[in-house]
């Protein structure tokens, strides 16, 4: 049995090996690059210069948005440069680099998403202390917690991958080092650290998903008593975009790891990896702006106020 030190490298043949679609796949992954780097950094740039933003849903939103970025440049870059460089290698280092810092900010997401659904409970189910309990401080310290608390659940995947003996193969049918893959590569006794990693990524889902269910029941109890259509559709027009955020995280993530893992390279494997690493960093910045009229406003003010500069 080959000692885990031997491996120095693994190989990513999650796409063709084909010249011509490596090149048209580094371009399709440029483009979706570029787009959720400019339209994270938009919400970020007009959230900053506008004052009347300065709120506590913004200061979470703006924290999303940095997040969302931070996950997309975990798994693209590399793939990119892979497809650009006409190579497959990716370190030992590297990998398990990639393993930390994608659970870090999957995590800090999903915390995230906890710490914003709170926000909108006290906004609408106790509108009377909202500025009293929303307070800067505390939204610095929630948003805190959201990144820092989540470092030792990746500790916990990244020290379970450098614990395992790798004798099998070196090759990982992925585009990015994806836990299930590495542990399907292990010749070590996996089970039980499968299991448990499993078990606590599944408990962590279950009570940040309890949490936020039981906040949007006594708000949708809340804002079905508002007598005026108006002043409900409002309230929930703050509310949606988030829960189309929250489900398309928890189902596409949930999707990803729970289901088998195939033996041969699988299109089901690629397409629920694309799903939950890059889907999400494109999509929420779209969700969060669409329905809502004091972003599109402000980007509306920034983009006039630079043609007007720009004229004098």
């Known amino acids: 049995m080959t000692n885990q030190s031997t491996v120095t490298e693994f190989l990513l043949l999650g796409f063709s090996d084909t010249r011509k679609l490596q090149m048209l796949h580094f371009m399709v992954f440029l483009g979706i690059y570029l787009v959720a780097m400019v339209e994270n950094l938009l919400i970020i740039v007009v959230i900053a ?9 913004y200061f979470f939103l703006i924290n999303l948005s940095i997040l969302d970025l931070s996950t997309i440049s975990v798994t693209l870059p590399k793939s990119m440069a892979n497809f650009l460089l006409n190579t497959t290698a990716i370190s030992y280092s590297d990998c398990a680099a990639q393993v930390f810092f994608f659970h870090v900010f999957g995590a800090a997401d999903l915390a995230l998403l906890t710490v914003m659904a709170y926000d909108r409970y006290i906004a609408i189910c106790k509108p009377l202390y909202y500025k009293t309990i929303m307070k800067r401080t505390t939204c610095i310290h929630m948003a805190a917690g959201a990144w820092l608390s989540c470092v030792p659940y990746a500790a916990l995947h990244t020290g379970n991958i450098l614990h395992l003996s790798f004798c099998k193969s070196n090759i990982i049918n992925q585009f990015f080092c994806e836990v299930p893959q590495l ?55 703050t509310c949606i975009p988030h829960l189309i955020v929250v489900s398309l995280f928890v189902s596409t993530g949930s999707f990803a790891y ?27 910045p779209v969700i969060y702006t669409m329905r809502n009229n004091d972003i599109k406003a402000a980007m509306r003010k920034l983009i006039d106020d630079r043609l007007l500069c720009r004229n004098k």
Do not use: W
């Not at 210069?49 to 849903?57: E, G, I, Q």
């Not at 390279?265 to 694309?274: F, H, K, N, Q, W």
């Open 258 to 284: 729970l289901k088998p893992v195939s033996n041969s390279p699988s299109a089901l494997d690629l397409t629920a990896s694309l799903l939950y690493s890059v889907l999400p960093s494109v999509i929420n």
């Open 49 to 57: 210069v506008s004052n009347h933003l300065h709120t506590p849903m």
């Open 183 to 237: 542990l399907k590569l292990s010749c070590s006794d996996s089970y039980f650290s499968e299991a448990g990693v499993l078990a606590f990524s599944f408990l962590l889902v279950v009570i940040c998903f309890a949490f936020i269910s039981m906040s949007y029941i006594q708000i949708f109890t809340v804002v079905l008593r508002i007598p005026a259509r108006e002043k409900q559709r409002k309230a929930l027009s």
